[in-house]
């Protein structure tokens, strides 16, 4: 190839300048790799006599201790050369140097042979030497042994394919594109003797061991990387609390849908009844059971090939592929009977629900989501005051079995609001509604922790600035519904006093609603004639008294003398006590 470079001698002596781009290497002390010829290049300093054509070109120097011994050049690969053909062709050459340089190259060779035999069998790494053709397993070190779980005896009778779970073709064709130098790392799925499915690491490349092309790999377990990395795909795919998917993955997916251009497909999208309201009440803990109820409800209802994901706080989205109105519909009825098993919770469990069926490849997806909100907003309007006034009752219901105590209390101080609303003179309606004022005046005690709502001794002045908050929490919880609206104003104001002190607006006089008015009263006389673990209850004419001397300050005047009247009518044993 090289008629003017031939070595004719070891003595024989070649001008730099006429060696051409062979000479480039050494001028520059580094690589040369052209892979085009056709194209300029200011490295292209022609050919020495008698040198063949090129296409592509690679040269190589060749150092020791620091100096240029050799050069090393290839030409003309089929495809382009790249720094892992000069890694490897320096490695190689270095080895082939030694070998020609080293008087004792064959001694150095068995020393390094020993060596090698030395790494692979000490090596912690696991190692094995495959068959290319059949996978079976040549050779391996003791790190091997023991990570498989098999004996030395043992693996080599057997083959990759009996510890390696993919299908065996697809082994097959890997290792031939390891053979090919086409992949060199590869992740797989090994099962132990133990039958333990462990996930490894393999870098599989070709190498000449006595005269055959075995495959040598190296086998490093990644099991807990690859448990992070799914838990990671896990969490980008999925909602954390209700572990549904959520929104990113439930947008793509319509992407995907949209792309492959499969019709028809329906969308239902929910929004779940009353969330704000229980998380008020009850705190987040139980809005939490709550949206995992309902996307438990949502999930039981749906079949495999559908997509179910929390799009937003209280927002749910299922996707039916393949499906119209009929399917959609029919879901939508199997979540409303599913519904109906949370009845008797202490909070309910409803989602109101709305659908779109794409069948027209030229309708958007955009007017497809909003269609379906707006059908579902419909069905919500229809539902809200049924669910609401349901909620109010389920509320009271929850706040009677906190506390038995509670519940004798509503309904005694009830009973005598009514009773003071008809000596006053009040109308039927406004009768009617301090009566049931009375039974809910303390609704918002549901939002009172157990520990201080049912606490033996005296309260703290923190715990007792809680439980001030219950008026609040009560006008908020009535106030969401349509039915129990006025009420909730008159519970608002029930702890307000007559000269202002009160709260929890600090209203004075006849700025009180009446209704609220007679509740104070009410509340208070019975509140101090029931036992207390930390007090005695006193007794009708002791209480008597104590309603006079805070009349005026603490009650309307009016109310309490309405009231004394009515204790003394039905009682012929209590005389009229006015200080």
Not at 100 to 116: D, F, I, P, R, W
Not at 499 to 521: C, F
Request: one cysteine or more.
């Amino acid at each position: 190839m090289l008629d003017a470079c031939a070595v004719k001698d070891q003595k024989t002596e070649y001008k730099l300048e006429n060696t051409g781009i062979w000479g480039d290497v050494v001028r520059y002390r580094k690589p040369l790799i052209i892979n085009d010829f056709e194209q300029p290049n200011p490295a292209k300093r022609g050919f020495p006599v008698g040198h063949i054509p090129l296409k592509r070109y690679m040269s190589i120097p060749m150092f020791v201790d620091n100096k240029i011994v050799a050069v090393v050049g290839f030409g003309n690969k089929d495809f382009d050369y790249d720094d892992a053909d000069v890694y490897e062709m320096i490695m190689l050459m270095n080895g082939v140097w030694l070998a020609v340089e080293n008087k004792n190259s064959q001694l150095k060779a068995e020393a390094l042979a020993h060596q090698m035999e030395a790494m692979f069998n000490g090596h912690e790494a696991v190692m094995l030497l495959l068959e290319p053709l059949t996978g079976k397993i040549r050779d391996c070190n003791p790190a091997a042994s023991a990570y498989y779980g098999y004996s030395k005896d043992e693996l080599l009778h057997m083959t990759i394919q009996d510890i390696n779970t993919l299908d065996e073709a697809e082994i097959a064709r890997l290792r031939m594109k390891a053979l090919k130098k086409g992949q060199k790392y590869f992740t797989f799925p090994h099962r132990l003797k133990t039958g333990e499915l462990r996930t490894v690491d393999v870098y599989s490349c070709p190498i000449n061991f006595d005269g055959e092309t075995l495959l040598y790999s190296i086998i490093f377990d990644v099991t807990e990387r690859e448990k992070a990395y799914e838990e990671i795909r896990y969490i980008s795919d999925h909602d954390y609390l209700t572990g549904l998917y959520n929104r990113r993955y439930f947008e793509s997916e319509l992407a995907r849908l949209e792309k492959t251009k499969k019709l028809p497909y329906a969308v239902i999208v929910g929004d779940v009844n009353g969330l704000k309201t229980a998380n008020d009440i009850f705190g987040y803990q139980v809005g939490d059971k709550i949206l995992k109820s309902v996307a438990k409800i949502l999930k039981k209802s749906t079949r495999h090939s559908y997509t179910v994901a929390r799009i937003g706080g209280d927002e749910f989205g299922v996707i039916l592929p393949n499906c119209g109105d009929k399917e959609a519909l029919e879901m939508i009825e199997r979540v409303k009977i599913a519904e109906q098993k949370h009845l008797s919770d202490q909070y309910q469990v409803s989602v109101s629900l709305g659908f779109q069926t794409k069948s027209d490849p030229d309708k958007k997806l955009e007017e497809v989501l909003t269609e379906a909100e707006d059908y579902m907003f419909r069905r919500k309007m229809m539902q809200v005051h049924s669910i609401r006034n349901q909620s109010v009752l389920l509320v009271m219901n929850a706040l009677f079995a906190k506390s038995k105590r509670e519940m004798e209390h509503s309904r005694r101080v009830s009973i005598i609001a009514e009773k003071v609303a008809i000596a006053l003179g009040l109308e039927r309606n406004v009768i009617d509604e301090i009566k049931l004022a009375g039974l809910l005046h303390d609704i918002g005690k549901i939002g009172i922790p157990e520990r201080i709502l049912n606490k033996p001794g005296r309260l703290l002045t923190e715990e007792y600035d809680i439980i001030k908050t219950h008026a609040e929490i009560g006008w908020r919880i009535l106030g969401s519904s349509q039915e129990f609206r006025g009420i909730a104003e008159v519970v608002l104001h029930h702890h307000e006093r007559w000269d202002g002190k009160g709260y929890m607006n600090g209203q004075k006089g006849e700025e009180i609603p009446i209704q609220s008015r007679i509740l104070a009263v009410a509340d208070t006389y019975d509140a101090i004639t029931a036992d207390r673990p930390y007090r005695e209850a006193l007794n009708d004419e002791d209480a008597i008294k104590e309603l006079w001397r805070c009349s005026g300050s603490q009650f309307d005047p009016r109310v309490v003398g309405v009231f004394v009247r009515i204790l003394e009518e039905e009682s012929e044993n209590v005389a009229e006590i006015k200080e």
